[in-house]
C-alpha cells in the first residue's frame, strides 16, 4: 500500500484521483472510483446547485467510501454549488477554470478540504496562502482545457514552490506515470482520460471507441488563438474550428461551433461534430476495465517500478 500525505489526508488507500470531467464525472464512475479505493468526484461542470446535489446523494447510495466534487468556478452556478457542498457535507473539493478565494473561508469552516487546480507556480504559492489543503498540478498534455506547462516541467517546479501536497495530473495513465510522477515529487496523481473508458462511465460507446483506438498523434488543440485552449480528439468539429482560427474568426462565432459539443459526443455518441475530449494518453489506452481493475494493475505497476512492496 503506497501511503502519501494525499492518502492520509484523504482517506483512500491509493493515490489516485479521478478528475471531475464534466458531463463525464457522475455519480456512477465517482461512485466506483471511490469504492476501488481512490478518490471519485463529481464534476460541477455547469449544472445548477440541485442536479449536483442530487449526484451527490445518488454516490452515496453506491459507496460508503469518500465521494469528492469538482467546483468549476466559470460556472453560473460555482455559488449555488460552493454551498451545496457545505450543506451535503462534502469532505473535499477541487476547484478549476479559476481561483476560489471568495470561497475558501466558507469551506474551510465547514471542515472542507479545498484542492486547486493549478497550472503555474504563482497560482500554486498564492493558493497555499489562502489555505489549500494541496494543489493539482496539471499540465497540458491533459484532456479539456489547457495550461502552457508540460506535467514533467510543471510539477518539480510546484514542489519545490510550495509546502502542501502536490497531485500530478495531464499524461499520466498508468503504473509508470505514476512512478515518474512520484519521482517528480508528487504524492498523488489525478487521471481522466484513462477512466473514461471505465465500464462504470456512462458514456456513449462510440466516445469510448474514439478513445480506444486513438493513436498517439490523434490530440489537437483548439482555442489558443483567443487564450482559451481545449485539447481534444481530431475530428471534423477540430478540423473546422481550426479553419475558422485561422481566417481570424471571433471568439464568438468559434465559441457557436461548439456549443452543446461536449454533451453531444458524451451522450449522444456524435464523435464527428461534437467535442471528444481527451488528453494525450489516449493511445495509449487500449481496453476498457472496470475502475478497480485499472487502479490495481495501474498501483501494482508503480509499486513494482518504485520498490515500495
Known sequence: ??????????GISYPIIQGGMAWVAEHHLAAAVSDAGGLGLIGGANAPGEVVREEIRKARELTDKPVGVNVMLLSPY?????KVVVEEGIKVVTTGAGNPEKYMDMWKNAGIKVIPVIASVALAKRMERYGADAVVAEGMESGGHIGEQ??????????????????????IGDGRGIAASFMLGAEAVQMGTRFLVAKEAQVHQNYKDRVLKANDIDSAVTGRSHGHPVRCLRNQMTREYMKLEKEGKSFEELEYLTLGALRRAVQDGDV?????????????????????EMIEEMMAEAEKLLHWM
Open 272 to 292: 464527428k461534430n461534437g467535442t471528444v475530449m481527451a488528453g494525450q494518453i489516449a493511445g495509449m489506452i487500449h481496453k476498457e476495465q472496470t475502475c478497480k
Open 150 to 171: 508540460t506535467t514533467m516541467t510543471l510539477v518539480p517546479q510546484v514542489v519545490d514552490a510550495v509546502t502542501i501536497p502536490v497531485i500530478a495530473a495531464g499524461g
Open 1 to 10: 500500500m503506497m501511503k502519501t500525505r494525499i492518502t492520509e489526508l484523504l
Open 78 to 82: 460555482a455559488d449555488e454549488v460552493a
